[in-house]
């Protein structure tokens, strides 16, 4: 019995779905600084530790991260017309290795960020309506530059979920869906998930 | 010396164009709207591969050894700060006199204090870049969509940024070398220095599932975003999603 509850606990984190079931109420901008904050913080007082062992630092920002993500909703918007018949099951088989994929990048680049290097939250600007919003912050570069990076929120039932980032105006989701789509139409989405998850897939950020 | 070097260059290039073109496969349109010549473009792509594998990436990445990370970027600050004067043009073409005018005072700062460029000061005094040139300004103008065109060696344009790229060559100081005194050593160092810049990004390039696609992706979605300043348009998600 004990046995099969650990299992179970460990299987928690990375099935998302199960966990958040909580409605956040943050608004989009919170959301953003108070992430990056925790992360932040945890990073400079676990450095050590993460650089000996990477695979810690990538379940702290799964943690962190994946409650805030509307990851089937990118996933749609990834498949797009490729997209049609998917099961639910497959559609979240597919929008997981996506994640995981994402995650494990975001989370080894972070290993060779500096927090004094500053990152900056900006007023939020331009069309945000009530149901789609978009979160604009700046980092400092070494050189003395800075690189926009913007996070774009939906509203869903449980309260604002991030579903895009874009670097530069290079949006993750539409790069992403013109490399994916194509294979998915030729190929079938079970197969790109395997691909995907062992790494084979060939895939761009 | 130059005139013969451009008419051999031209002569690789057109057998390469000759040869690409025997080998006809059958090209599956990914975007029309923005990529109708998406045929050729792909053919200049892949030369502009096989070019950049066999010369430009081996010589950029020597430079990368030999070159220290500083004076790395002071060249790099340099060509920046050079073409600055035609950032400020573009800026009062496009109507935003104020900031032409911080313009103009950076490439100042840059070119006195910097040491003739080589020390972005402006940049380290938080004085803010802008960044724009004859295609922007065309698209400012009005000319809002244009076409994707690869070109030879000189990598991703659209026929309006072609076009805009022809009047910045005519004021810019690198090309008035070449064309005034045949001096190309600026446009090689200039044109090596910016490959090395990109040197990082190969390996995403390399493990991507369609290399041209995800090169013109890139290109265009940054290059509207610089075209309105960092604020253009959202996507239009819910079209994505119609398709669905």
Redesign the interface.
Known sequence: MTKYFLLFALMLPVAPGVLANRVDDRDPLTIIEQTQTHILETLDARRAEFEAEPEKLRTVVREDLLTLLDLEYSA??I???A??GVSEEQLDAFAEAMSNVLVNRYSDGLLEFRSDRQVEVLPM???NTEK?T?VRTRIKLE???FA?VDY?FRKTELGWKA??VTV????Y???F????S??VAQDGIDKITEEIIAGT????? | MARKTWVYLAAILLQALIVAGCSSQQVTM??PERDPWEAYNRKIHSFNMAFDNAIFRPVAKGYDVVMPDPPQ?GVRNFFRNLAYPVTALNLVLQGKFEESLTATGRFLMNSTVGVLGFF?VA??LEMP?YEEDFGQTLAVWGWKDSRYLVMPIFGPYTARDFIGRGFYGYFHPVSFAVREYNNYIPLVVDLISLRAELLPFQE??D????PY??VR??WL??R???IYD???P??D?DA??E??
Request: proline residues 6%; without cysteine; charged residues 35%.
């Open positions: 749609r918007l498949l797009g017309k997209g049609r600007k331009g069309k789609l978009r050189n003395g530059g926009p774009a579903f895009d530069e105006g290079i949006s989701v539409i790069t869906r013109n490399q994916i194509p294979r897939f060939k895939i761009n950020d | 990914t975007d970027r972005d940049t380290k870049y995403e390039l493990a991507a599932n369609d696609v995800l992706d890139v979605q940054n509207e975003f610089r960092g604020e253009p959202e996507p998600y994505l999603l398709e669905y």
